[in-house]
């Protein structure tokens, strides 16, 4: 059964730095944890879930929402099972549960439990 931990997250002040980890187990030699593209996601609160970065499954390409690209960088160490999320100058409207979520054209996706950011002085 596919399992994600997700760490990193906590309490920052505006202009502070986070990053968060993903680490998936549970992945199948037939469908291994390199064959997805992993994205991070967030829910701000009272709002909907938004997607914050995506990478493929060679961590050849990326893509970031307009409101955190030149602050956040997402990266993946497929020799780890892992994914990454790189925050900085962080604003308060960064504040959500950020999700890791694997995915592939053909196969069900997965989801972490999530984890809290919180920016705030």
């Known amino acids: 059964q596919v399992h994600f931990v997700e760490s990193g997250g906590g309490l920052v002040q505006p202009g502070g730095s986070l990053r968060l980890s993903c680490a998936a187990s549970g992945f199948t030699s037939g469908f291994p944890f390199s064959i997805y593209d992993m994205d991070w996601y967030r829910r701000p609160p009272g709002k909907e879930r938004e997607l914050v970065a995506a990478?493929?499954?060679?961590?050849?390409?990326?893509n970031y929402a307009n409101s955190v690209k030149g602050r956040f960088t997402i990266s993946r160490d497929n020799t780890k099972n892992s994914v990454y999320l790189q925050m900085n100058s962080l604003k308060p409207e960064d504040t959500a549960v950020y999700y890791c979520h694997a995915n592939h054209r053909r196969l069900s996706p997965y989801w972490g439990q999530g984890i809290q950011v919180t920016v705030s002085s």
């Open positions: 990478i493929t499954s060679d961590g050849s390409s990326t």
